[in-house]
């Protein structure tokens, strides 16, 4: 129970069940708070009706139905019975069930079978791979901003004029944390020759009964009348192409030798077309460029021998493999920051890539900030009406009135709309508009795309305030962060927000409009949760905007001498999902230990001795699936759940992070948290929470990843619920998160010479528009083995590894998934010395492109989540294990595979010169304590850690001008940051860090390490090259490579 606080009244709420409903002792209700109308409130809180009514109830009547997510257990045998659908608990029919795999199962987790020791050609494989992003990204900063409006004073005709730059364009829809938008739109209603749209999607269509048909691919045809009737359930995309009318029906003409065009693409007719969609006419010489090769592929087939090659780190982070297609496609191709691929050319068959034992698959990052981004709104979103696909700039078009499905080949009537091309104000020119210029766009959705009205942002957050909460002292930096950004959370003047606190009881609190303060609501019966109020917790944010102020002043000082050490998180959690259940929305729960008491209770499973242990680790999947359940309720209501982790104990994140793994959350972990004692944790916390309160947001989303007819996606790696085949349900969307699929070649690609990829992402944005963001990636088909191996982006290759090695350990074992990556590498490096020509017998051999596989792959068993022999606490294994799940690709590898630089001696020598500011550019070294020596300061970038190693007899002038201390000894050993010092050393080095960290989202945690200092172990950890007690130096581990491979 918590303390009497000073300011707040508060009541004791027992389940209305009881006779005596509301049992107000008089410690909790009519405190003298010295407030005249306290009496008055708790006057008000008595005749609130407090009841169990599920909170949806009446609110969805006559609402287009939702889809309940089932899971195996019916919501009234769950040991949470009270978390049943609200739909139905309401007494209205059972909506038709989208089935769904027994979670456990499920698709979205599942790793493909033979991936053990002896990979089955058909799966085999691991991948992974990383981005450079850097100067690159901060280079498009200065692009020209592309802004298409109407002119609204003239109303009859079409004016699009391009806008000012990005600091003048109106924000409307402009992110928090930035994504400034081109926004073309383009209205039949403005059309003047008063055309009506008759190809209007509009609101003829019936209305969609699920998230498969709003995204999916189940509409009626939209040039046939609507039929009324809503049809049933799309057989799912990729797996069943519907048989087209042969009038439509545009076979691939076969290939011949006389003929170098691309065999597919040229249906009789094109030819007649005066002004031929210009990439088309690119096609066949990205189909030629494949025979002769170029020079870059030479340069990536250049075989190295790994033994004797030691320099084989680049002196810059590179690039992935640039896709061997024409200019024009590469200019409007994809970035690989948001989508890539394992293997830049893609096999033209199952068995070439099986030759060539790399995985297949795709990394995404599909909701980052972006710098530029083209917004569309138009009544029509042209989409194929086979396959659903988005027109997209890889489409052709046969002429000015069809096109055809780059997906599924399918010829589609170019709608009247599309004629007019709002960007050149002209008229047909249908491959002149934006959404065949872009690959990545995203559209103002209409109507059709909603199951129900946009909700507004909603954020509720759930804070644990026992006795171990409090002594980290985690409460203040929270309330504190979140009272600097309250005014920048993504929202607008529908916004809400509630908070829920909880040790042994949980706290709810009123903060409805017009109360003098806030009003503190305990509920103590926590095995059967209830909401005490409904239409006062979750309170529009700009009205009660100084209650919520005063709530989180007097948050910290509430519980500060609380004795009470338990902790109901599970029944937390339940009445958050009771409260979020009519709308959706963010979750946001803090969590500082175990859970001990109520549903949800978790124990200690961590034995300590074991955490150096050479053997198998337990217990790294959960040991209730309360958490996964919860999570898959709050997904079919439409809440994300963020799990904040602050614990110096053991606190099972393993069963933990099921709340947020399948609800499409974040999991935040900040080990040792003391708002003191560890000031380094406390700045990252304070950081993140910025980031994470003020960054863009999505709701209700869906992703669905459409590829050309002949490939299928069979496995997806991320946070989400897999809702059918392949729509992944993504309750929240933020951009922070990333998402990996595997991939197989289900049928020949021999009648293509491209395929390509679209994730298209559909979401209610802050702001309550429904939108739909479409990325499409387009890449090769290549027949020789050679052209495969030199296109493999090794860093995707090698996420994709870490992700299916996750998924491995927990579902097998971890040695298991550490024996499948070590097999991943022998069986390329064997597959490539089988099939090339003019390879050297002895030796280690890779391609170039491949050069860095051992090292990756050597530097991901070394990684917490992976490695063995090492003590690593179980939380932080896990943790790492989920960071490796969800984090985009740039992220991981820099976490697999942290930059090392010197930097005590950092000159202007090829610096980059940016705004004025000079930021050198030091050589990545190799991480390893050869590159290491006690006259510099080297700092390494692990992504989410940066250390700052300092040696003992480091030139004076760097500790002096950059570090601000007379000399070394006199180094604090808790340094977190570098002063700002006026010396030209200093603005070199600070220059070179910040521009480390611009491209970042999270702000890294930062230490200065001594070479004495004990703080010195998790520096040296890092160096993966060097050999450990318990694992292989990189040259021991080529070593062990060689002796696996077949002689
Ligand atoms: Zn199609």
């Given at each position: 129970m918590p303390q009497g606080p000073e300011c707040l009244s508060t009541i004791l709420v027992q389940p209305f069940q009881q006779a005596a409903p509301y049992t107000m002792p008089t410690g909790y209700c009519g405190q003298p708070y010295n407030h005249p109308s306290q009496g008055q409130t708790c006057a008000q809180s008595q005749q609130m009706q407090h009841s169990v009514v599920p909170a949806s109830s009446g609110n969805n009547l006559g609402a287009p139905l939702h889809p309940i997510v089932s899971y195996p257990s019916a919501p009234g045998s769950s040991q949470y019975g009270t978390l049943r659908s609200s739909q139905i608990a309401a007494g209205q029919p059972p909506v038709p069930t989208l089935m769904q795999p027994p979670p456990t199962q499920s698709s979205s987790q599942q790793y493909p079978q033979g991936n053990g020791a002896t990979p089955t050609p058909a799966h085999q494989g691991y991948g992974a791979a990383p981005l450079s992003q850097t100067a690159t990204v901060n280079g498009q900063s200065n692009a020209v901003q592309q802004h298409y409006d109407q002119n609204l004073q003239n109303p009859m005709s079409h004016y699009y004029a391009r806008a000012p730059p990005i600091s003048e364009a109106p924000d409307r829809e402009r992110a928090p944390s930035g994504t400034p938008d081109t926004s073309v739109h383009s209205s039949p209603r403005h059309h003047p020759r008063g055309e009506s749209s008759s190809t209007t999607t509009g609101s003829a269509s019936p209305v969609p009964n699920s998230y498969e048909s709003l995204e999916g691919g189940s509409y009626p045809d939209l040039s046939a009348p609507p039929t009324g009737v809503p049809p049933k359930q799309a057989p799912p995309f990729g797996y069943n192409y519907p048989t087209m009318h042969p009038a439509y029906q545009q076979n691939p003409t076969p290939r011949t030798d006389s003929s170098p065009s691309h065999g597919g693409y040229n249906p009789p007719g094109y030819q007649q077309y005066s002004q031929p969609f210009p990439s088309l006419s690119e096609l066949s010489s990205a189909l030629g460029g494949l025979s002769s090769v170029p020079d870059l592929e030479v340069e990536t087939l250049r075989p190295v021998n790994l033994l004797q090659e030691r320099n084989i780190l680049p002196p810059k982070r590179t690039p992935p493999p640039e896709p061997n297609l024409s200019n024009d496609l590469r200019k409007v191709n994809c970035s690989p920051d948001t989508f890539c691929c394992t293997l830049t050319n893609i096999p033209q068959t199952q068995a070439l890539l099986n030759k060539a034992r790399l995985p297949l698959g795709l990394l995404l990052h599909p909701f980052r900030d972006l710098t530029q981004l083209p917004v569309i709104t138009s009544n029509t979103i042209v989409r194929c009406r086979s396959c659903r696909t988005y027109i997209n700039p890889f489409v052709s078009f046969l002429d000015q009135r069809r096109w055809k499905c780059n997906l599924c080949y399918r010829v589609n009537d170019v709608p009247d709309e599309f004629m007019y091309n709002p960007v050149t104000r002209s008229y047909g020119e249908p491959h002149k508009r934006p959404e065949v210029q872009n690959s990545t766009v995203e559209f103002i959705a209409s109507s059709d795309y909603m199951l129900r009205p946009p909700q507004p942002a909603v954020y509720l957050f759930v804070l644990d305030v026992s006795h171990n909460a409090m002594e980290s002292g985690y409460l203040t930096v929270f309330c504190q962060s979140l009272l600097d950004n309250l005014e920048k959370m993504?929202?607008?003047?529908r916004t809400r927000i509630g908070f829920v606190t909880f040790d042994s009881t949980v706290h709810f609190y009123n903060l409805q409009e017009g109360l003098s303060q806030p009003q503190m609501l305990v509920v103590s019966d926590i095995d059967d949760i209830f909401i005490p109020t409904h239409d006062s917790l979750l309170v529009n944010l700009k009205e009660s905007k100084e209650l919520v102020k005063d709530l989180l002043n007097a948050l910290p000082g509430m519980f500060t001498h609380t004795r009470e050490t338990r902790s109901a998180l599970g029944p937390a959690l339940q009445a958050a999902y009771k409260l979020m259940s009519p709308t959706g929305g963010r979750v946001s729960v803090f969590q500082t230990q175990l859970p001990t008491v109520g549903t949800g209770v978790l124990q200690s499973r961590e034995d300590p001795n074991l955490r150096s242990s050479t053997k198998n680790v337990q217990h790294l999947g959960p040991a209730t699936d309360f958490y996964k359940k919860l999570a898959l309720d709050c997904s079919g209501q439409q809440i994300g759940v963020d799990l904040f982790l602050l614990s110096s104990q053991y606190s099972d994140l393993a069963s933990l992070a099921g709340v947020s793994k399948y609800s499409a959350g974040s999991i935040f972990y900040y080990p040792s948290?003391?708002?003191?004692?560890n000031p380094s944790q406390r700045q990252k916390f304070q950081k993140d929470l910025q980031r994470y309160l003020t960054r863009k947001i999505g709701f209700e989303a869906v992703m669905r990843i459409r590829c050309t007819k002949g490939l299928s996606i069979h496995t997806f790696h991320g946070n989400f619920f897999v809702r059918s085949t392949d729509l992944l349900s993504l309750a929240n969307v933020n951009p922070d998160s990333g998402f990996a699929v595997q991939m197989s070649i289900e049928e020949s690609l021999a009648d293509t010479s491209l395929a390509c990829f679209q994730a298209a992402l559909l979401y209610t944005s802050s702001k309550g528009k429904r939108r739909i963001r479409v990325h499409t990636l387009c890449l090769p088909v290549v027949s020789q083995l050679s052209d495969v191996f030199a296109g493999a982006d090794i860093q995707a290759i090698s996420c994709l590894l870490a992700n299916m090695a996750i998924d491995r350990s927990i579902s097998s074992s971890l040695s298991d998934a550490r024996d499948a990556l070590v097999n991943a590498v022998v069986d390329c490096l064997t597959a490539y010395r089988a099939n090339g020509s003019n390879i050297q017998p002895s030796g280690l051999i890779a391609p170039s492109a491949l050069r860095l596989f051992p090292l990756y792959v050597l530097a991901l068993l070394k990684q917490k989540a992976l490695r063995t022999g090492t003590s690593t606490r179980l939380d932080e294994r896990v943790f790492a294990m989920c960071e490796f799940k969800s984090q985009p690709l740039h992220q991981i590898m820099r976490i697999v595979h942290p930059d090392l630089y010197r930097i005590d001696n950092l000159t202007e020598q090829g610096a980059l010169h940016l705004n004025d500011s000079v930021i050198p550019q030091p050589p990545l070294l190799q991480l390893t304590a050869e590159k290491l020596t006690r006259e510099g300061a080297f700092l390494m970038d692990c992504g989410s850690v940066m250390y700052l190693w300092v040696g003992k007899c480091c030139n004076e002038m760097f500790v002096r001008d950059v570090l601000g201390c007379p000399n070394y000894a006199s180094i604090p050993s808790s340094m977190t940051e570098i002063p700002e010092l006026q010396t030209t050393y200093s603005e070199r080095t600070r220059a070179f860090i910040s521009w480390l960290l611009e491209s970042r989202t999270f702000h890294p945690a930062f230490y200065v390490v001594k070479d004495d200092t004990s703080a010195k172990t998790s520096f040296f950890q890092h160096l993966v090259e060097d050999r450990t007690e318990s694992a292989f130096s990189y040259y021991e581990f080529l070593l062990h490579i060689q002796q696996q491979m077949p002689k």
């Open positions: 993504p929202g607008d003047t948290f003391h708002h003191i004692h």
